[in-house]
């Protein structure tokens, strides 16, 4: 009852904050979103009731079968390590292995459906669990001789406690390893999908100034046409943005001066480099790798527009990486534009600068301050650059919420494990003291016991993390939005993961550790 009533608060609390998160994503990319209060309903209650009961249930349904087969006379001793548990640790395994064949399997077929990758994401975390129990047994010897060399004999106690217990400590190790490996995955996925877009950026908004913003605001034609008359600026790129339904989907066509992003940019081709411009100066189209996955259109297929005066087909010239759409974007210079639609609209203007030219920031400034006469925003690239990375930064503030909660109930597994642990050697612990072992020694024996829980779990999520980033990367992000996210190696959630590993083992063995001091041997002895 306790649990599902701070389960019920958690939830509206939680409700609430990432309704927030999620309103404040959906304006920053598509419109002003003012989030109203979740519409709590009976169902959502005896929802809830029932999932937590099934949990419960199913929770409680292998210590139960346990129960059933065990001992009465070794159930009453207080501790129920089971002989065979090297056995059972060895079918786990064994099935372990057998999910993850299946999982990679399903996920190296070349057309999945992104659902069927999630569901071999989750069988990768299953197999990867069920091997815990064995890894624990085959690093025991090491971990026994690193604890051993920590704290002498109360380390080396603590990790053959840790191997004689397989049943309560495999299963708390391994919860805590797929939270870490969780928080490892999503933070070098989310760090690699940063680094592509900032990468995107570098090579593809290499402007030196850009006016208006997309698409809030048109920018004045006359105004584009005076910054072409001025002969010391570099280049102008007049850009515009419209949606189009194309075989009955949605996507992008992008009007821009193909001559200017040759000589001023690098885009990020799938083959080729800035030679691809030059059919686009002469009528043909570039289009973006979603648009590519999407539709199957190749370099050198064509593809029919609905362009204003009837159907009009383009030759594709080549396909380039882009962030800006997941339904798909069509490049062509403004020229072929303005004869398909015949639209003079233009949503903004890069200007772009030589870095030799010795009046570079006086043009620019010129330019910032006529723009702004015209009531027009003005935003350098450092400017525009930080702007997009905010925009993901938040975009992504849903899933980092995620791992902290992902840790946080992994922690409490940790601690529950450790202090049944306590609880069954309650005895055993007064027959140390009894036999010379201070308080501060059995006390750390359990502190030891928690970091060693804590340190498997994070070798394991070291591996297991980086298999599930990879393939949130190259399965399931490529599935769902269709574009590329490069593999960027960081050592920051792995990092992140020791930090977090460390402290939740501490603090998980804070209450046992507490147990330990105010419980006094005589009582325990007595109680023997």
């Given at each position: 009852?306790?649990?599902?009533?701070?389960?019920?608060?958690?939830?509206?609390?939680?409700?609430?904050?990432?309704?927030?998160?999620?309103?404040?994503?959906?304006?920053?990319?598509?419109?002003?979103?003012?989030?109203?209060?979740?519409?709590?309903?009976?169902?959502?209650?005896?929802?809830?009731?029932?999932?937590?009961?099934?949990?419960?249930?199913?929770?409680?349904?292998?210590?139960?079968?346990?129960?059933?087969?065990?001992?009465?006379?070794?159930?009453?001793?207080?501790?129920?390590?089971?002989?065979?548990?090297?056995r059972s640790a060895r079918n786990a395994a064994l099935t372990g292995l057998g999910i993850l064949g299946v999982s990679l399997a399903i996920l190296a077929m070349p057309s999945v459906h992104v659902y069927v990758g999630f569901a071999s994401s989750f069988g990768l975390l299953i197999g990867a669990s069920l091997l815990t129990g064995l890894t624990l047994i085959h690093l025991a010897p090491l971990l026994k001789r690193g604890l051993h060399r920590l704290s002498g004999l109360a380390g080396k106690m603590a990790a053959g406690n840790i191997r004689q217990n397989l049943g309560r400590t495999a299963v708390a190790v391994a919860a805590f390893m797929v939270a870490l490996s969780m928080s490892v995955g999503l933070g070098s996925m989310i760090g690699s999908f940063r680094q592509s877009l900032i990468w995107w950026m570098e090579t593809q908004l290499q402007g030196d100034l850009y006016v208006g913003k997309i698409p809030e605001f048109e920018v004045p034609e006359t105004f584009y046409q005076e910054l072409r008359s001025w002969p010391e600026l570099g280049g102008v790129d007049p850009y515009r943005n419209v949606q189009i339904d194309y075989q009955g989907t949605p996507v992008y066509v992008s009007a821009v001066n193909a001559s200017v992003l040759q000589k001023y940019t690098r885009f990020g081709w799938l083959n080729g480099g800035n030679e691809n411009w030059e059919p686009v100066k002469k009528g043909a189209v570039i289009i973006s790798e979603s648009f590519f996955?999407?539709?199957?259109?190749?370099?050198?297929?064509?593809?029919?527009?609905?362009?204003?005066?009837?159907?009009?087909?383009?030759?594709?010239?080549?396909?380039?990486?882009?962030?800006?759409?997941?339904?798909?974007?069509?490049?062509?210079?403004?020229?072929?534009?303005?004869k398909i639609f015949d639209d003079h609209t233009i949503n903004s203007v890069a200007v772009f600068m030589?870095?030799?030219?010795?009046?570079?920031?006086?043009?620019?400034?010129?330019?910032?301050?006529?723009?702004e006469s015209l009531g027009l925003?003005?935003?350098?690239?450092?400017?525009?650059?930080?702007n997009i990375l905010n925009v993901f930064d938040s975009t992504f503030a849903v899933t980092r919420s995620m791992r902290i909660l992902a840790i946080v109930v992994a922690f409490f597994g940790i601690a529950g494990a450790l202090l049944t642990l306590f609880m069954e050697r309650q005895r055993e612990f007064g027959i140390y003291r009894a036999l010379g072992f201070s308080t501060r020694q059995v006390a750390g024996?359990?502190?030891?016991?928690?970091?060693?829980?804590?340190?498997?779990?994070?070798?394991?999520?070291?591996?297991?993390?980086?298999?599930?980033?990879?393939?949130?990367?190259?399965?399931?992000?490529?599935?769902?939005?269709?574009?590329?996210?490069?593999?960027?190696?960081?050592?920051?959630?792995?990092?992140?993961?020791?930090?977090?590993?460390?402290?939740?083992?501490?603090?998980a063995a804070a209450y046992p550790i507490w147990k330990v001091y105010r419980t006094y041997p005589q009582m325990q002895i007595r109680e023997e």
């Open positions: 009852n306790s649990g599902r009533r701070s389960g019920w608060g958690s939830g509206v609390f939680l409700s609430r904050f990432l309704t927030e998160l999620v309103a404040g994503t959906i304006s920053n990319l598509y419109f002003f979103l003012r989030p109203a209060a979740p519409d709590w309903s009976g169902w959502i209650l005896l929802i809830s009731i029932f999932l937590g009961c099934a949990a419960s249930l199913l929770g409680a349904f292998f210590p139960m079968a346990e129960l059933i087969r065990v001992d009465p006379v070794q159930a009453l001793r207080g501790r129920t390590a089971s002989r065979g548990m090297k996955r999407r539709f199957g259109v190749r370099a050198g297929d064509r593809l029919t527009l609905p362009g204003t005066h009837g159907p009009v087909s383009l030759e594709v010239a080549a396909v380039f990486y882009d962030y800006t759409s997941e339904h798909g974007v069509i490049m062509m210079d403004r020229s072929t534009y303005l030589d870095a030799s030219n010795p009046r570079r920031q006086e043009l620019l400034h010129e330019v910032s301050r006529r723009a925003p003005v935003a350098t690239r450092d400017q525009l650059h930080g024996m359990t502190l030891l016991e928690g970091l060693g829980m804590g340190l498997v779990s994070f070798l394991l999520s070291m591996g297991v993390g980086t298999a599930l980033a990879f393939v949130l990367i190259r399965v399931i992000n490529l599935r769902s939005f269709n574009w590329t996210i490069f593999f960027y190696f960081s050592p920051e959630p792995y990092l992140l993961a020791a930090a977090t590993a460390i402290l939740a083992s501490l603090g």
